[in-house]
């Protein structure tokens, strides 16, 4: 293996920098503008009225968290989110496991920056909760994998936690509008819940379409390239390349984003600017995270459709 030249790496740390916006990202920013507007309008007449949230659903690897992540980066000037300041406008957490009131209690002061201490009983904690999020002037509560919520816990305990929830966007003390963020799982969690689905402005991240989106795809990987300055060989130029890194992303737009970066990390580590992404780059890439023979590659097999690209070692649901 050649060294890697700080150049390479220059570009590489770019092309992971790079955010794609898509209509579900717009879609969330625009919800997100409209309910932080809201709440300035509410503090400025001196208004207290209940907040409203999001909930973003989306598979694994649809881009979920970078959405997020992305969203307070764009919006870092009209909001506080660094949580190592007194006012902190939007503060993140994942949800932990079990996910009972305790425990998601405990885990919200922790990512206040206010640990509480261990022998506290759930409302405790949550009364805490109350009171910091109002003097950090927190007005969004991030969950990510909030389909969690659900996991390993009795119905009775959900709703408690659900109900908490819910009545932090109602309280007349300091209303937070609650982010939700997870897999398909948390529709289910929300919508048993009528008056919390009434408050959630919903956005879905959904899959890719094998046809439309082949030239959409091809445009992608096109400009990857073309921002780290290395050619694209005819195999990553046609529309059956464009269904196999489909396949292989499992048809989640970040998964296939991401193949994207790996591919052309490896075909500048491997080869330098001078030689162009090709193929068998995609298919190296796919070989490495799953460790699949070729037969079971969505960039080498033929019949790559029946492939289970969610699986490691090619195991392909048959036995084989
Ligand atoms: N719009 C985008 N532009 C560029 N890269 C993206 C985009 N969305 C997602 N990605 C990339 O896709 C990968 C998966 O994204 P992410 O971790 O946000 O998914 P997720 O939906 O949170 O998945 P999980 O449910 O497993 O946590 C990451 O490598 C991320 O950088
Ligand atoms: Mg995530």
């Known amino acids: 293996m050649t060294n890697t030249t700080t150049s390479v790496r220059k570009i590489i740390q770019d092309l992971r920098s790079v955010y794609v916006p898509t209509p579900s990202y717009r879609k969330l920013e625009t919800y997100f503008q409209s309910l932080l507007d809201q709440r300035r309008a509410d503090m400025a007449a001196g208004l207290i009225s209940h907040a409203r949230g999001i909930v973003l659903v989306g598979q694994s690897g649809s881009g979920k968290t970078t959405a997020i992540r992305e969203l307070i980066r764009q919006n870092r000037n009209l909001i506080e989110a660094d949580p190592s300041q007194d006012i902190c406008e939007f503060i993140g957490l994942q949800v932990p496991s079990p996910a009972t009131m305790k425990f998601v209690g405990a885990a919200t002061l922790r990512a206040l920056g206010y640990p509480s201490s261990g022998d506290k009983q759930g409302p405790a904690i949550w009364d805490e909760v109350k009171i910091q999020l109002k003097l950090r002037q927190t007005c969004f509560l991030h969950l990510d994998e909030a389909q969690d919520l659900a996991r390993y816990q009795t119905d009775k305990e959900r709703q408690s936690v659900v109900n908490t929830l819910k009545s932090l966007m109602e309280n007349s003390y300091w209303p937070t509008g609650l982010i939700l963020s997870g897999m398909p799982d948390l529709k289910k969690i929300v919508n048993q819940d009528p008056q919390l689905a009434r408050r959630l402005y919903p956005v879905e991240i959904g899959r890719l379409h094998a046809i439309r989106e082949v030239e959409p795809v091809l445009d992608i990987v ?94 392909d649901g048959e036995g084989t």
Request: charged content about 25%.
């Open 222 to 315: 096109q400009k990857y390239a073309d921002r780290a300055q290395v050619d694209t060989h005819s195999s990553v130029r046609e529309p059956l390349f464009a269904q196999r890194l489909m396949h292989a992303a499992d048809y989640e737009f970040g998964l296939m984003v991401e193949l994207t970066v790996q591919a052309l990390s490896k075909a500048l580590i491997s080869e330098g600017s001078e030689a162009p992404l090709r193929l068998q780059h995609y298919a190296d890439v796919y070989f490495e995270r799953s460790a699949a023979i070729d037969a079971l590659n969505p960039f080498i097999a033929e019949d790559f459709a029946r492939i289970n690209p969610r699986q490691i070692f090619g195991y």
